[in-house]
């Protein structure tokens, strides 16, 4: 070949020392087929693979587009760099030295890109080498050191230290011979406002390397030593060769593990990157600070079928968070969310539990929709139905937001359980959730649809039926006899304390009465009535006491009503028991277990006696 640069020795031993089968992996994911590769083609645009990599040959070829050669067709293909470049680009990928040719002829040829990416590679050896040989660096080293990365991991991921100065950066790239436009580009240096001059962008940082997939240098990220410097992070700006949204931090290093596993795990924080790899977890990229984008999905999309979010709890429920985790979703990704101990990152709980601790939390990961369900629908006990049909409502979109059918019908099983709703009841949640949908459907087709979907006063309705039966009536009874018989007040007193009743209106009305009671020798209505502010109660008693038209035998319908009311609160409590319960056998709580199952034989056994 006639390049005239460097020898055919040098260039053979550039090309065997990489592999054609990873480095088209970058552009593509390949899948092993017989004695070759498969995948999308790089080179033209496909939904069926014709793509062919032959891994012993070292070749490759398109069957869609005629595309084909060995592995310096392949990059200057896919980088538009020329013959001298790809060498260049591939001895750099295997770590091969090469002689110097540095005419500044030779410097201005190559094109802007390819200088900035040059002085990025040479401020990262800038960076590593004043953290781990000069005095100035100590501090740094110290800190990774502190933070427990041994020094493999440091070299490994290049990391640095950005000394106290404001031109040392800029004057040893300068004396590389590079315009001052092309520094000023690299967004390593900053120019002066007021005058010719520039100054580092990075000072008195520690500096975290930023690659992209491929391992060139692209950026970096630069932390704070003392928690008084402000900002605690300062990352590059966006440069011809770095836009953030493009790129996942740890990616070089991890994709191989990543496309053997087909599945990655994203952490926030570089750190967390770093901790993990050193601990032996492999696969791991960090999303640099933004809400994961397009680019960053499909970038992953590449190596991963799966992908795992490990953020704090803050973070991942965050509404831009669940926005990327869509995005992800949406570039055909199977999504999980690793759910951490509260207050706890990544690396705490691998250098305080050890790496078999996070194992067991990827294990336990929850899929998607059902984190989304989580943090719309909070551990608690949901009071009435009006705080059910509520609560109901706001996991609308997320299940309308299920294509499959089966899967749509087991997350409202979920979903029901959760809001304390019967098996039996799960039919009027579909009709609801149907109903949903189809207005979703028509209101996207038009806008001024007359369709709305704005209430769900008839899920209400429903659920009220088969889920009180009898309860709120009962207690309309009871209130009514004792208003009107006032000789009932003591003898529901012994029977009933105001906090055993369930919803805080009937609380405060019967609280109210006995108060009443206890305070005045003559019970009477309207002075009791004139007591309360409450409209809604004042409103709800006036027509219990004018409704007096009890007749028949007041002291069975007095007791059936007790047994009625106590009878529906032990439902409640053991419907309550059972989804602790389910909770418990889940997280492997057996002492709780037992003390629940205890708990709600002892309801059991009420409950039957109030039946008969
Ligand atoms: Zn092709």
């Known amino acids: 070949m006639g390049h005239g640069y460097y020898s055919e020795d040098l260039i053979e031993k550039i090309r065997y020392s990489n592999d054609l089968v990873d480095v088209a992996a970058e552009y593509t994911k390949l899948k092993e087929q017989g004695n070759s590769y498969i995948g999308l083609c790089p080179f033209h645009n496909e939904k069926t693979p014709s793509f062919n990599v032959n891994p012993d040959r070292q070749l490759y070829y398109c069957f869609g587009c005629g595309e084909g050669g060995n592995i310096f067709n392949f990059v200057m293909g896919l980088e538009g760099l020329n013959f001298i470049e790809t060498v260049e680009y591939l001895a750099n990928k295997a770590d091969i030295d090469l002689p110097t040719r540095d005419s500044s002829q030779d410097k201005r040829r190559r094109n802007k890109k390819q200088q900035i990416f040059a002085v990025h590679k040479l401020a990262t050896k800038f960076y590593h080498y004043l953290l781990l040989e000069s005095e100035v660096g100590n501090q740094g080293h110290q800190y990774f050191l502190d933070r427990g990365f041994n020094e ?15 031109e040392q950066l800029y004057k040893f790239l300068s004396r590389k011979d590079y315009s001052k436009e092309i520094l000023a580009k690299s967004g390593l240096v900053i120019p002066r406002k007021n005058s010719s001059g520039y100054y580092d962008r990075f000072r008195n940082r520690i500096i975290f390397t930023i690659f992209d997939h491929r391992g060139q240098p692209i950026g970096f990220g630069g932390r704070v030593l003392s928690s008084d410097d402000k900002p605690k992070y300062l990352n590059s700006p966006e440069t011809p060769i770095f836009d953030k949204s493009h790129h996942l931090y740890g990616l070089n290093l991890a994709k191989r593990t990543i496309r053997k596993k087909e599945e990655a795990i994203i952490f926030e924080g570089y750190t967390d990157v770093i901790t993990a790899y050193q601990a032996g977890i492999k696969n791991v990229v960090a999303s640099l600070g933004t809400s994961l984008t397009k680019e960053q999905a499909k970038l992953l999309h590449r190596y991963a079928e799966k992908v795992y979010i490990a953020y704090d709890a803050d973070t991942a429920g965050a509404k831009a968070t669940l926005r990327g985790l869509d995005i992800l979703k949406k570039e055909g990704l199977v999504v999980e969310v690793i759910q951490l101990p509260i207050g706890q990152d990544p690396d705490e709980v691998i250098n305080e539990n050890g790496p078999s601790k ?162 005045n020798t003559d019970f009477k209505v309207d002075d009791l009535l004139e007591e309360i502010n409450d409209q809604e109660i004042k409103k709800l008693l006036l027509r219990l006491s004018i409704q007096d038209v009890v007749s028949g035998d007041l002291d069975k319908m007095f007791f059936d009503h007790i047994s009625k009311v106590k009878e529906h609160q032990f439902r409640m409590k053991i419907d309550n028991l059972d989804q602790r319960i389910k909770q418990a056998e889940r997280e492997n709580e057996f002492s709780k277990l037992d003390q629940l199952l205890q708990e709600y034989q002892k309801y059991q056994g009420l409950l039957r006696k109030e039946g008969n």
């Open 152 to 166: 493999e991991t440091i070299k490994k991921f290049r990391l640095g230290f950005a000394p106290d100065r404001w």
């Open 358 to 519: 996070f194992k067991e939390l990827i294990e336990q990961a929850v899929p998607l929709i059902e984190f989304k369900i989580n943090s719309i629908l909070p551990e608690k006990r949901f009071k009435d139905i009006d705080d059910k049909v509520a609560a109901f409502k706001n996991v609308l979109p997320v299940l309308n937001q299920i294509e499959i059918e089966i899967e749509r019908d087991e997350y409202l099983g979920f979903v029901a359980e959760k809001l304390g709703i019967k098996e039996k009841n799960i039919g009027v949640l579909k009709r609801e959730l149907n109903k949903y949908r189809k207005y979703k459907v028509q209101g996207n087709k038009d806008i001024k649809s007359k369709n709305r979907y704005n209430n769900t006063n008839d899920l209400k309705k429903e659920l009220d039926k088969s889920q009180t039966s009898g309860y709120d009536s009962a207690i309309k009874g009871l209130i009514q006899i004792i208003i009107n018989h006032h000789e009932f007040i003591p003898k529901l007193k012994q029977r009933l304390k105001p906090d055993e009743f369930i919803d805080d209106k009937y609380r405060q009305i019967i609280a109210l009465i006995y108060r009443f009671y206890e305070a």
